[in-house]
T-cell receptor, first 113, second 111 residues
Framework: NAGVMQNPRHLVRRRGQEARLRCSPM?????VYWYRQLPEEGLKFMVY????????ESGMPKERFSAEFPKEGPSILRIQQVVRGDSAAYFC???????????FGQGTRLTVV | QKEVEQDPGPLSVPEGAIVSLNCTYS??????FMWYRQYSRKGPELLMY????GNKEDGRFTAQVDKSSKYISLFIRDSQPSDSATYLC???????????FGTGTRLKVLA
């Protein structure tokens, strides 16, 4: 049973470009969470999705950030017009239900130059 | 005041030592408590998942929760160099999926 798969592992974007981060949950998991980790800081919740639904996006910046989890395919975290402050590690986690332990992927490290 | 406080370390111990890692929290509604291990430039790996107060043991790891003191601990027995990593505590209230993480404690086990 493969774990949570994230790609790409590393992503470099110039300021103003778009970044697309992908997450395939563990088999049998329909709940997906995105977290952001800045250097020397803990992980911060961004958004919680189930298939085709955003359940809670209270941790997402109001502008430029969006997330989706379509019926088919991976969950996508999209950052438009990236700025240097978006540079961070973005982690996806999944769980079989909304109130059980979550398992994390290896993360995507976004660098904005 | 942060909701979850965790000493960042680094904590250096000799191989074979018992390691104690701790977090304090302010929200009495937290019911689920987790410990994750994160190696450098890797994703967090779930070590322990506990509900409410008490102890839970898994191999060399023991998690303790003291809700009256709002204090959780992770003990590692017979520590190994391979245990060198950052240990993150996380917690959430019931009926929610949002984990609140500590900033992590860096542990180094010296051979």
């Amino acid at each position: 049973n493969a774990g949570v798969m994230q790609n790409p592992r590393h992503l470099v974007r110039r300021r103003g470009q778009e970044a697309r981060l992908r997450c395939s949950p563990m088999k049998g998991h329909s709940h997906v969470y995105w977290y952001r980790q800045l250097p020397e800081e803990g992980l911060k919740f961004m958004v919680y999705l189930q298939k085709e639904n955003i359940i809670d996006e209270s941790g997402m910046p109001k502008e430029r950030f969006s997330a989706e989890f379509p019926k088919e395919g991976p969950s996508i975290l999209r950052i438009q017009q990236v700025v240097r402050g978006d540079s961070a590690a973005y982690f996806c986690a999944s769980s079989p239900t909304g109130d059980t332990e979550a398992f994390f992927g290896q993360g995507t490290r976004l660098t904005v130059v | 005041q942060k909701e979850v406080e965790q000493d960042p370390g680094p904590l250096s111990v000799p191989e074979g030592a018992i390691v104690s890692l701790n977090c304090t929290y302010s929200n009495s509604a937290f019911q689920y408590f987790m410990w994750y291990r994160q190696y450098s430039r890797k994703g967090p790996e779930l070590l322990m998942y506990t509900y409410s107060s008490g102890n839970k043991e898994d191999g060399r790891f023991t998690a303790q929760v003291d809700k009256s003191s709002k204090y959780i601990s992770l003990f590692i027995r017979d520590s190994q160099p391979s245990d060198s990593a950052t240990y993150l505590c996380a917690m959430s209230p019931p009926g929610t999926y949002k984990y609140i993480f500590g900033t992590g404690t860096r542990l180094k086990v010296l051979a």
